[in-house]
């Protein structure tokens, strides 16, 4: 994970309490000061600075108290303050192989805003950054969402997802970290001087997934994304879990057939060899992933025993992975698994077939149900979850609202 330390330290010193005062807000809706500096326990001075700064941001709003029996006349009229649904608070950014994503959160947790733009292959690394911000800008622009009180981004690119300190713990930026990540994180940090985090976007939509989608409630479960790569990643008890290396859940490079074809990884016969949409369209001798899709759905030969291959090789390197992790949820994403039944009902029963009754009892096998928005929702996840500006900013499963699956992208 790449972390990129805002200069302003005296910022990130504040924002614990900050973030108290707001987590005050979500729980308690509209309060007036006396409410949050009991709730909180902040002296005076320290909430009015926080709550004065909130204001000239525009995270928050004052409004007046109803006057609920209140005499009227004597003294100041008491005002409420009130989380800004139009303040923008984090968002979360996937600069994917061909398309870049964008979501915003505002600090009442809820999703206000999301959109996608196609990016061309071989796009430098400076223009992907400054397309994402460029989105980001617009998008705000938009739907009429005020940045300045924005207190983290968190961004998904591709690439192996290599650690620098884990956890939550601030790591030292450059160690480890590909570099066109790196790239893309200190563009942001840059330009909009807020902390940035960074890291594997496969990993970051197991995360989404597992926050707000097919892998909700489940505390342990593993994600793999089946595309022209094969990707995965691993939530063990709500957290990303990354490894020693930042390697968990790279699922696509078990192998599953030593004799099979030799790998990029350097391995013999990985999964991804024989389950990936490059590996598919080789085996069926076809260029186009629709003509693919159509030519299964007409039950022609080549494709129907493709698919069977790599539904079998997806069953063997997840009994594996199910084996060593015991998860409650595998979560299936990516064009192959949006094959549907066609993929998913070999892949369960070669699955079944090699896993201990003990392990495949308990684990189900389900679709991803983000879509193109698990990336940058796990990207938001990353900055609510992880950045020790914002620790403890939500519990899995909770808040925020749920995107709209029926919005378009
Ligand atoms: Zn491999």
Known sequence: MAVVKNPTVLRQLRYGNVERVLAVLRRQGPSTRADVAGATGL???????????????GVLLEEPAPAAGAPAGRGRPVHRLVLN??????????????????VIANAAHEITAFDGVHCPPRTSVQEQAAAALGLLRDLAAREAIDLTGLGGVGIGTPGPGETTGG??????AGHGVPRHRQAVADSFAEALQVPVLADNNTRLAAL??????????????????LSYGVGGGLVAGGRLFRGAQGAA??????????????????????????????ALLRAAGRRSWTRFGEALAAGEEKECAAVERAAHAVGRALAAACSTANPQRVVLGGEVAALGGAFLGPVEAAFRRYTPTRVHRGVRLVPAALADRAGPLGA???????????????????????????EAS
């Open 85 to 102: 649904p139009n303040s923008a608070q984090a968002a979360g950014i996937e600069v994917g192989r061909e398309r870049i994503k964008v």
């Open 249 to 278: 859940g790279e699922i696509g490079h078990i192998s599953v057939d030593p004799a099979g074809p030799r790998c990029w990884c350097g391995g013999h016969g990985c999964m991804e060899q024989l389950a990936s949409v490059p």
């Open 43 to 57: 002296s005076r001075t320290t909430l009015s600075g926080i709550i004065g700064q909130l204001l000239t941001d």
């Open 208 to 225: 989404g997934e597992a926050i707000w989608g097919a892998a909700r409630g489940a505390g342990d479960a593993l994600h793999v994304t």
């Open 167 to 172: 956890g939550s713990a601030p790591a030292e």
């Open 380 to 406: 938001l996840a990353l900055v609510f979850h992880e950045s020790p500006l914002l620790a403890g900013y939500t519990t899995p499963g909770a808040e925020p609202s749920e995107p709209s699956a029926t």
